[in-house]
């Protein structure tokens, strides 16, 4: 346990949220329900962490985009421009589990005030859908440094 420096005097059983997470990995109670679909914590915290590890990848291959950055905010950015479905919380469930961090995209937005909002939060990488890639569509995601923003799709393979 840890006494964490915002909350003085009260111990801390987890360091990360990840940790929170990874102790349900093997409860089988309910632990997601979304529309007619169901999963338990077990399965919850496997799609998490198969999440996980996509990122942990990202963080090597995309490690030169964030090189370059203050020290305490030197790891992969990810963008979640998705609405509120399964795939988000799994995604960043499992950003918790890899250390990465998450920058919830807002899907309303659009044009040049969509490329702003991704290029000022550092954004290396975006996770969407067939949705999000249209509105993604034509926007100059790179920023003044020339780094390129990686955008892979949910709904196709890979």
Do not use: K
């Not at 799609?47 to 990202?58: C, F, H, P, Q, T």
């Not at 995209?105 to 969509?114: I, K, M, Q, S, Y």
């Not at 290396?124 to 949705?131: E, G, K, M, S």
């Amino acid at each position: 346990m840890t006494t964490p420096q915002f909350n003085p005097g009260h111990e801390m059983r987890h360091e990360t949220f990840g940790d929170i997470l990874l102790e349900r990995s093997t409860d089988d109670h309910p632990g997601l329900l979304f529309e007619d679909s169901s999963w338990t914590w077990r399965e919850f915290v496997a799609e998490s962490a198969v999440r996980a590890a996509i990122m942990a990848d990202w963080s090597v291959t995309h490690a030169d985009a964030y090189a370059g950055r203050p020290e305490r905010f030197r790891h992969l950015h990810v963008g979640i421009l998705l609405e509120n479905v399964p795939e988000y919380l799994f995604l960043l469930s499992g950003a918790s589990m890899a250390g990465v961090t998450i920058i919830g995209v807002n899907p309303t937005r659009r044009g040049a005030e969509l490329a702003s909002d991704i290029r000022g939060v550092d954004c290396d990488v975006i996770v969407t859908d067939a949705h999000g890639a249209g509105l993604l569509d034509g926007l100059t995601l790179a920023d003044e440094t020339g780094g390129v923003v990686a955008v892979h799709d949910v709904d196709s393979a890979g």
